[in-house]
């Protein structure tokens, strides 16, 4: 028997940490996140090559998908057939993707939901934007890698003459990291980019005078104010409110309907007309009398209004609150710079980066071009030398044995002019032959001159990517088919506040949260605690007095946020549900807070003794959740409250008390904060938010106790403090509640 070899004894811990890090970079370079200059994910640029070798250009007929999926998934990408006909499909439809790179041939979904047809039954080829990322592919302009097997090789990145990572934006989820990209108008993209070209380093402001904010492909209303939206691009993260378009139609005896023409990106048709047929069946919108979903090429869903119902603009606001007609589009410009390293871009980096990378794509194809020229040049004077005297020509190759030895001689050629000249055919000897070669000589040299200036000039390299974009800009832009803008962003939109009947009839109840994170509302406010019911290896965390109409934040040791409706957690009987079913919560995060979403800041704090205060809109975001706070690496975050007062007490686990006033904390929309308190041993315990007027209240054990804010004069402090030994009385738990 054979014995092993290399054997080496190394701890699990560390070879399951190397393989983990192994496969996080691999999801993050290869799978999940777009690079920047190309806009382009693995998967995606390996279909638009694999199509293009297949000759699949806009000119040219279509051919199964089948076809172009075995090749992918044969040359190229070596993973599910299906996962890549998936990613085909996405960049066909014209609802998904604001500028579709694939156009395809059959059923390939629709704005309902409905998946495509199989890959059998469907058919591709590129299209016009595809063919502008593929261009310069055969002249050198991007570098080529081995393929998985090393029999092929493909591009690293596409050229990209069109602006693809705006344009048609990008979704990804990688290991600790994500993307989230939305769509914009390739015109204004253009605008941007010219301005930034004869601009280097122009203000952000400039430029979103120029691309004032995302073009989703199904239209819809962009309510954000021109503050946020700039945050949001000068950071590279953000959030949009997006709506969707709606009118008010007169009908007879005085009635009106409402239609909907235009639905929020990437939300099915089918789930808003769900959506609105439970809530009716629900009897939660008793002015509403009919809903009918007309919809053909276009979009039109019908909502038919009772006699006397009030205002369009106040049942909309119901309507948007309780479905999907608006909904939150993440911004989170998180890309591969250079292929390389993934990192968060405001936009001025997004756009400088696309420029970078045509400036280097115009340098490849010139300096290739030039090859080109240098080699028919050489060729092309070899020819004009031999053609001064024919006759030695020929008779040097009639009566020589090695006649390019002796043509290399008599004529002072190279090997590769006297190759030429004897691969020359006769019918090229004649006079008019000549004469076009030294025409030719004069063109190419010329044009050689041009290269060499323009290699060498970046005024000159400047002016030739303005020439391109300039040709997208007409080839693509608003004066194209389909071109123009079509989400209307409405920075000055003020919310209009629906009167009670139009609401849905607030109620009394309570949310029950168990340790291990299982959710329940039950009706009415819940008075004794001590009477509820857990499973038998679970206990009780949170439990929340609210109303049915209410949301609820939750937040976990990772300094996520997530907003739940109450009205659409599980009922009352039995133990629940799974919290993680309702939000997408993570195995590795423990929920640390549960409260009622309202008007009231939030005092967020770590373990390491940092923290801020937060404003409640920077607190709201969705089932997917919110990261707030960033903490330093093995700091979890412990406190999260809602603060009402004017002072902050603070206390550690090593019994030190600190309290001071809260104008000392610093306010911010996301980050790690301040230094509240400072330790040498131990870590923060608990934080609160008192009025000085009350004094600070703690539980100890099953009773309140009261301290007055005269009787905490010595531990008055400033923030970042160390704090004093906390005074007697003080709960053992270390804790305010």
């Not at 390996?46 to 007929?61: E, V």
């Not at 993707?97 to 694939?102: A, N, S």
């Not at 044995?401 to 290399?408: C, N, T």
């Not at 009261?706 to 010595?714: D, Q």
Request: some cysteine.
């Amino acid at each position: 028997m054979n014995e092993a070899r290399d054997i080496r004894d190394t701890p699990f811990v560390d070879v399951l940490g190397e393989r983990y890090v192994s496969y996080a970079l691999s999801t993050i370079m290869s799978r999940s996140l777009p690079d920047v200059r190309d806009g382009l994910k693995p998967v995606h640029r390996r279909l638009l090559f694999a199509m293009r070798a297949l000759r699949l250009d806009p000119a040219s007929g279509f051919k199964k998908c089948a076809r172009v999926v075995g090749d992918v998934i044969g040359k190229y990408h070596p993973h599910g057939d299906q996962a890549v006909y998936d990613a085909m499909v996405r960049l066909a439809q014209e609802f998904a993707i604001r500028y579709p790179l694939v156009d395809g041939q059959g059923n390939f979904g629709n704005v309902d939901g409905d998946g495509a047809a199989a890959m059998r039954y469907t058919e591709a080829r590129l299209t016009a934007v595809a063919d502008a990322l593929l261009d310069g592919l055969d002249e050198d302009a991007v570098d080529f890698v081995d393929t998985y097997d090393g029999e092929d090789s493909e591009p690293a990145v596409l050229p990209a003459a069109f602006p693809n990572l705006l344009a048609n934006g990008s979704q990804g989820i990688a290991v600790g990291m994500a993307t989230s990209i939305p769509p914009h108008n390739v015109d204004e993209i253009c605008r941007a980019l010219l301005h930034l070209l004869q601009n280097p380093g122009a203000r952000l402001a400039t430029l979103l005078r120029y691309l004032p904010g995302p073009d989703f492909p199904t239209g819809g209303v962009l309510v954000e104010s021109e503050a946020a939206l700039e945050e949001a691009y000068r950071s590279g993260r953000g959030r949009f409110r997006l709506r969707a378009t709606w009118t008010a139609e007169p009908m007879s005896r005085g009635r009106l309907r409402i239609a909907v023409s235009e639905i929020p990106w990437s939300i099915p048709k089918a789930r808003i007309v769900t959506q609105l047929d439970e809530l009716v069946q629900a009897r939660k919108l008793p002015w509403l009398a009919e809903i009918r979903d007309e919809s053909a090429d276009d979009v039109r869903i019908v909502l038919e209004l009772r006699a006397r119902s009030g205002e369009p603009a106040e049942l909309m606001e119901v309507l948007f609150r309780l479905t999907d007609l608006e909904t939150r589009i993440s911004l989170n410009l998180n890309v591969l710079d250079g292929g390389r390293i993934p990192r968060v871009m405001g936009l001025p980096e997004v756009l400088q980066a696309w420029l970078d990378h045509r400036r280097d794509v115009l340098l490849r194809r010139s300096r290739h071009r030039l090859e080109v020229l240098e080699r028919r040049i050489h060729v092309l004077e070899g020819y004009l030398l031999v053609f001064a005297d024919l006759d030695t020509v020929i008779q040097i190759i009639r009566e020589n044995d090695e006649p390019r030895s002796e043509l290399m001689l008599v004529f002072r050629l190279t090997e590769t002019q006297a190759e030429a000249v004897l691969n020359m055919r006769l019918r090229t000897l004649r006079r008019l032959e000549e004469e076009k070669l030294r025409v030719e000589h004069a063109r190419l040299a010329a044009e050689r001159g041009e290269l060499i200036e323009l290699t060498e000039s970046e005024e000159l390299q400047s002016d030739r990517i303005d020439e391109e974009i300039r040709d997208v800009r007409a080839r693509f832009g608003a004066g194209s088919d389909g071109g123009a803008r079509r989400t209307r962003i409405d920075s000055n939109a003020a919310p209009v506040e629906p009167r009670l009947e139009h609401v849905e009839a607030a109620e009394p109840v309570t949310l029950i949260c168990s340790r291990r994170g299982w959710v329940r509302v039950v009706r009415g406010h819940v008075e004794n605690e001590n009477e509820l019911r857990y499973r038998d290896d679970d206990e009780g965390r949170f439990v929340v007095r609210a109303e049915s109409t209410a949301d609820v934040l939750v937040a976990t040791d990772k300094g996520r946020l997530y907003t739940l409706a109450m009205s659409r957690l599980p009922g009352g009987r039995g133990f629940g549900e799974p919290i993680r079913l309702h939000a997408q919560i993570s195995n590795d995060e423990e929920l640390i807070a549960c409260w009622p979403a309202d008007d009231r800041p939030a005092l967020l704090a770590t373990e390491d003794g940092k923290g801020f205060l937060a404003q409640a809109e920077d607190l709201i975001g969705s089932r997917s959740g919110r990261q707030v706070v960033t903490a330093a690496e093995g700091a979890k975050l412990v406190v999260c409250r809602p603060a009402s007062g004017d002072h902050v007490a603070v206390v550690g686990t090593n019994r030190k008390l600190l309290i001071l006033p809260l104008s000392e904390l610093p306010q911010r929309s996301r980050g790690q904060g301040a230094y509240l308190q400072r330790y040498r041993t131990g870590r923060l315990s608990d934080a609160v938010v008192f009025a000085k007027e009350g004094g600070l209240v703690c539980r100890t054990g099953s009773r309140m106790r009261t301290f007055p804010i005269e009787a905490l004069a010595p531990w008055m402090g400033k923030r970042g403090q160390a704090g004093r030994t906390v005074p007697k009385g003080f709960p053992a738990s270390l804790r305010f509640d």
